[in-house]
Nanobody, 112 residues
């Protein structure tokens, strides 16, 4: 199974984006899926995670602004990002924690 993140782009501060993480096979079988990001010049950092029971957890800096969800029927996990700041700029990746499987990232740029 492979993962592919998509939905990134250029957005103004205060705007919204919805990222998708698509699996080539059953995303339900992968269990816990996390979102991570890599800001320019910085290390990759945790953003959010959702487990098989749809319990979620968020980094403090996105809590209340970002929402992670999953749609096992369509083999996808989503990250709804609202009230974006310039500090949210980076490459966003999805990650299947149990299998240590990274997807290809998608670039998010928040700029006026």
């Amino acid at each position: 199974v492979q993962l592919q993140a998509s939905g990134g782009g250029l957005v103004q501060p205060g705007g919204s984006l919805r990222l998708s993480c698509a699996a080539s096979g059953s995303i339900a079988s992968l269990g816990e899926i996390g979102w991570y990001r890599e800001p320019p010049g910085k290390q990759r950092e945790f953003v959010a995670v959702i487990n098989s029971g749809e319990q979620t957890s968020y980094a403090d800096f996105v809590r209340g602004r970002f929402t992670v969800s999953r749609d096992n029927a369509n083999n996808a996990v989503y990250l709804q990002m609202n009230s974006l700041y310039s500090e949210d700029t980076g490459i966003y990746y999805c990650y299947a924690l149990t299998y240590r499987l990274w997807g290809h990232g998608t670039q998010v740029t928040v700029s006026s």
